[in-house]
């Protein structure tokens, strides 16, 4: 037998409400539908043979409905792992940048800290050079007056030898001469 309420479900369930769209009536219900007879109406034969076409094609679309939520399911759950790695590498990418601009920051100022470093003991060394370079000057400017002192020493001593020497040899000359003319005088 017919049932009017079938098709009344029927239209609410090919009018879509939502995401979750699905008919009330279910492949085994059209195979076991029955209708009533009338004096002018169907073949029985014919309308048992479309229902049960009718039954099959339902149930293979509801088949292949079932098939295509399982794969949107699993290509979901694909996309979630997908969006899950890519966050991670995200994250992986953002720690790497800071730790790569942590190092170079670290880096610049430890080249700064060593060129600050070695500018102090280079001006360091600088002074303590120049330091020396000022007690050499004047240990050779103390050499050169006790040179010139030596000199004049030495000149000095030179002139009284000179003095001396010729002083010995006039007396010698006189001695002699003396001699001379005392033996003359003799």
Known sequence: MFDPALLARNDRADK?????????VSPLDLRQQRFR???RGFDKVEVTAFLAAVADDYEQALRETDRLRQDVSRLEALIN??????KNLQNTLMTAQKLADDIKT?????????????EARSQLLIEKTEA??????????????????????????????????EYVREQETRERDER???HRIK
């Open 16 to 24: 879509p409400t939502g995401e979750n769209t699905r008919m009330n």
């Open 81 to 86: 792992e997908h969006r899950h790695h890519e």
């Open 180 to 182: 001379v003319l005392l």
């Open 106 to 118: 670290q880096a610049q100022e430890e080249a700064r800290r060593i060129i600050a470093d070695a």
């Open 132 to 165: 020396r370079l000022e007690d050499v000057q004047r240990e050779i400017d103390g050499l050169k007056l006790k040179r010139k002192d030596v000199e004049t020493t030495i000149e000095s001593t030179i002139q009284t030898l000179k003095n001396t020497l």
């Open 37 to 39: 007879a009338a004096i």
